[in-house]
């Protein structure tokens, strides 16, 4: 009876340290994970905007969702933008789409990190080519934060900073 209470005691020990150190590679590699996932989803937006696909862009939104921006070509010459509701952003979208018909979209997710199962925040770098003569190209930083909803990750906000050229 001993040797089985000190067996038992041993493989709780151990079982223990190595659920401990599990758990520890697992928190390591989360943010890795976060993204990754980030990137997947990402990469969705840019397709669906690159592709001009207005169907898509309306599917990665949420129905209130968000976007703000600050673009300019310095600090005192800085303009604010607000665009709420999937609608609206989508038509945001597609009047871009009609200005700069060639406009390509590149981003690059930075950082990442799950702050609940059903909430996933990113920071990303884009850039926005192919417009025409001095409009760009268009750089810059954004927070996109995305949420499940419906069993899909959707875009609920995000703000972003743009770096545009100087106008000459």
Request: proline share 4%.
């Amino acid at each position: 009876m001993r040797r089985a209470l000190f067996l038992a005691s041993l493989v709780a020990a151990l079982a223990t340290q190595w659920l401990v150190a599990r758990g520890k590679d697992r928190a390591r590699d989360l943010p890795a994970i976060a993204v990754s996932h980030a990137s997947r989803e990402s990469a969705g937006y840019v397709t669906a905007f690159n592709g001009r696909d207005s169907k898509a862009l309306a599917a990665l939104f949420t129905s209130d969702a968000s976007i703000a921006f600050l673009q300019g070509s310095s600090v005192e010459k800085l303009d604010y933008g607000m665009v709420e509701g999937r609608d609206d952003i989508v038509g945001a979208h597609e009047t871009f789409f009609s200005i700069f018909p060639d406009a390509r979209l590149t981003q690059t997710v930075l950082s990442a990190r799950m702050v609940r199962p059903d909430l996933l925040m990113a920071d990303v770098d884009f850039e926005i080519r192919e417009l025409p003569g001095d409009a760009g190209p268009i750089r810059g930083r954004a927070v996109v934060l995305r949420v499940v909803e419906s069993g899909a990750w959707k875009i609920a906000a995000e703000r972003s900073f743009s770096r545009t050229p100087v106008i000459k």
